[in-house]
């Protein structure tokens, strides 16, 4: 196969992606090279303009507090705000019980790109790029004991601070959303409750993240109880 951006040929069909050309019916055939380099330009302009569209949203809304254009624009910054804010307790989820578990975390990688800062905190290696829309823990496991066992928590434990983070959010406000509903809970925590049940659902979703190359949580918990020796292998031990 050949990519048609770089021109890179190759008789390993995985290390290509067909994908379709905007507004046409025909496909392009990219290395993963192109294709991340693609996809991540796609990102960090996305992220540029939500964050003008908000800044633009609440100048709106300033001068006049009932704008829709004005409602719509922020929140869509929030949302894409709480999404982003949302990883970083995932990723301390699993962790957090690898910790506990007792086996072995080495870093905890927040977004794609180029490095922005890191820095070490109780032995762990913390790193952000400049693309926050996602995340990965590097760990692995000290020994075998009870190996399936701890596995399914640890890939479990992202998921599952989402949905405590959701579950307290409604706590917090019980007379509110008892009383009217859900929509009778303050816009921000609406937008943070949406964000993180759908981490969590896109996490729990068993399938192949192209952005990290990893599976995700979801198909990892597929994978912890199958006899298949090579299923129930660490992903480079890293989780999503």
């Keep these: 196969m050949k990519c048609d951006i770089c021109g890179t040929e190759s008789d390993f069909d995985a290390g290509f992606i067909k994908e379709r050309r905007s507004f ?21 302009w996305y992220q540029v303009g939500v964050v003008i569209g908000g800044i633009i949203g609440y100048i709106l809304l300033w001068s006049n507090p009932w704008s829709v254009a004005g409602r719509f624009l922020t929140a869509l910054f929030l949302v894409d705000l709480f999404l982003i804010l949302s990883v970083v307790p995932h990723e301390l989820g699993h962790a957090m019980i690898g910790r506990l578990l007792g086996w072995r975390v080495f870093a905890i990688v927040i977004g794609v790109g180029k490095r922005v800062f890191k820095f070490h905190l109780f032995g762990i290696i913390f790193d952000f790029r400049s693309l926050p829309i996602c995340g990965i823990t590097q760990l692995a496991p000290i020994d075998t004991r009870w190996f399936r066992f701890k596995r399914f928590f640890v890939y479990l434990a992202g998921p599952a601070v989402n949905a405590s983070i959701a579950a307290a959010i409604f706590f917090i406000w019980s007379d509110s959303w008892r ?14 409750v949406w964000a ?45």
Excluded: V, Y
């Design 24 to 44: 046409r019916s025909s496909h392009r055939t990219l290395c993963l090279t192109c294709w991340t380099r693609r996809r991540h330009a796609f990102e960090g």
């Design 196 to 240: 993180n049940l759908w981490i969590m659902a896109a996490n729990l979703w068993p399938h192949q993240s192209k952005i990290l190359n990893a599976a995700t949580d979801g198909k990892q918990l597929l994978k912890t109880f199958s006899t298949d020796r090579k299923s129930t292998r660490l992903n480079s031990q890293s989780l999503r």
């Design 179 to 192: 009383d009217f509903g859900f929509w009778g809970l303050p816009r921000a925590a609406r937008i943070c």
